[in-house]
C-alpha cells in the first residue's frame, strides 16, 4: 500500500498570514498527480480542496494552492480565514487501496 | 442538486451486521463510482472499497476483504455497504464518495484513469455505527 508520511498534526495560524501543510507519498505519480487534498470542518463530512494535484474543486478560493510533485506536495494557504480552521488531509488516488495522510488540524490564533 | 443521503446512525452488537444505504440524487450511480469511507474516533480516513459505475465491479481494503460487501440499487439509485461480524473497533462514521472508477492495470494495480479522474467529489452526511455489548 503507498503510505503517506504524517504531517504536522497541528498548525496555529493568525488570521491574514499564510500557512503550509507538507504531505509526502511513498510512491512516485505515474505521470499524473494523483494527490488530492481534504478538508474537514469541525462535525462535518471532508470536502474536496484539490484534485489532481493541483485542480481546485469548485467553489474552492484561489487562496489555496498547492506545489510540488512525484513524491513531496505542500498545501499553502496565501492568507488564512477563520473559516479554514479544520483537519486537512492530503490522499493518493494512484491505486487502491487509496490511502489518507493522518491529518493537519489547522487552528486560529 | 447532487447530493448522497445516508441512513442513519446504528447501534450494534459484536458479531452483528450492519448494512448502510446511500441514495444518489442530481446523478445516476452509473456515471460514477460509489467509494466507502471511514473515520474511527478521533482518526484519520480509512477507504474500505468501490464499486464501478457501468458494470458492478468492486474493489475492497485488504483489512475490509471478507466482511464488507458494497452493493447498489441501480433503479432505485442507491449504494450499499454492509459489515459483518462487527467489532468494537468498527465503530466510528462511514461516509459514501462519489468519485472516480478504477481500472485494472495488467501490472497487478487498480488505478484510476486521468481525463475521468476529479477526486471523491461528494460526501454523504456520514452514518454513524457504533458497536457495543
Avoid at chain 1, 32 to 58: C, E, M, T, V
Avoid at chain 1, 67 to 79: N, Y
Wanted: glycine content about 10%; hydrophobic content about 30%.
Amino acid at each position: 500500500d503507498i503510505v503517506m508520511t504524517p504531517s504536522p498534526l497541528s498548525l496555529f495560524v493568525t488570521p491574514g498570514e499564510p500557512a503550509s501543510i507538507p504531505c509526502r507519498s511513498s510512491q512516485l505519480s505515474h505521470g499524473h498527480n494523483y494527490l488530492d487534498w481534504y478538508l474537514q470542518k469541525p462535525g462535518k463530512s471532508p470536502q474536496l480542496l484539490i484534485f489532481l494535484g493541483s485542480n481546485r474543486a469548485s467553489g474552492v478560493p484561489d487562496r489555496f494552492n498547492v506545489s510540488g510533485s512525484g513524491t513531496d506536495f505542500t498545501l499553502k494557504i496565501s492568507r488564512v480565514e477563520a473559516e479554514d480552521v479544520g483537519v486537512y488531509y492530503c490522499m493518493q488516488a494512484l491505486e487502491t487501496p487509496i490511502t489518507f495522510g493522518q491529518g493537519t488540524r489547522l487552528e486560529i490564533k | 442538486q447532487v447530493q448522497l443521503v445516508q441512513s442513519g446512525a446504528e447501534v450494534m452488537q459484536p458479531g452483528d451486521s450492519v448494512k448502510i444505504s446511500c441514495k444518489a440524487s442530481g446523478y445516476t450511480v452509473t456515471d460514477h463510482g460509489i467509494h466507502w469511507v471511514r473515520q474511527a474516533p478521533g482518526q484519520s480516513l480509512e477507504w474500505l472499497g468501490w464499486i464501478n459505475s457501468g458494470n458492478d465491479n468492486r474493489r475492497y481494503s485488504q483489512k475490509s476483504q471478507g466482511r464488507v460487501t458494497i452493493s447498489r440499487d441501480t433503479f432505485a439509485n442507491i449504494a450499499y455497504m454492509e459489515l459483518s461480524r462487527l467489532r468494537s473497533e468498527d465503530t466510528g462514521v462511514y461516509y459514501c464518495v462519489r468519485g472516480a472508477d478504477y481500472y485494472y492495470d495488467g501490472s497487478g494495480h487498480y488505478r484510476p484513469r486521468p481525463l475521468n479522474y476529479s477526486g471523491l467529489d461528494v460526501w454523504g452526511q456520514g452514518t454513524t455505527v457504533t458497536v457495543s455489548s
